[in-house]
């Protein structure tokens, strides 16, 4: 069971950044499609960006350019972290951010949906102030 615990969520100014951290434990099997999601108030969760076993990543329109997904992979692949440079931020940024995992080497297609994702973490609130 893969288990995500996120940090590095808080408050900041329009323009301002921030980075989210999320730690993997049992990460194995040669690894898997990883992710950031987020769920702004009053709205449905929404896909932010992914990456998968090649290090290929995809974003949302909404953050191209201002955000980063990256991945750090402990030897043996026993651990992972994942991270999201979020600069340039916008108030319309404002969401509980979650860390995902896919039991799956490629992220799905419509990963941005939410398909294909088996393991979540708690989120970490980010809030931007105009």
């Known amino acids: 069971r893969v288990q995500l615990v996120e940090s590095g969520g808080g408050s900041v100014q329009a323009g301002g950044s921030l980075r989210l951290s999320c730690a993997a434990s049992?990460?194995?099997?040669?690894?898997?499609?990883m992710g950031w999601f987020r769920q702004p108030p009053g709205k449905e969760r929404e896909g932010v960006a992914v990456?998968?076993?090649?290090?290929?990543?995809?974003?949302?329109?909404s953050v191209k350019g201002r955000f980063t997904i990256s991945r750090d992979i402990a030897p043996g692949n026993a651990k992972a972290t994942l991270y999201l440079q979020m600069n340039s931020l916008k108030p319309e940024d404002t969401a509980m951010y979650y860390c995902?995992?896919?039991?799956?080497?490629?992220?799905?297609?419509?990963?941005?949906?939410?398909?294909?994702?088996?393991?979540w973490g708690k989120g970490a609130l980010v809030t931007v102030s105009s």
């Open positions: 990456v998968d076993i090649d290090g290929r990543s995809t974003y949302a329109e």
């Open positions: 049992s990460y194995t099997r040669g690894g898997f499609c």
């Open positions: 995902a995992a896919a039991l799956s080497p490629k992220c799905h297609p419509r990963w941005a949906d939410d398909y294909g994702m088996d393991y």
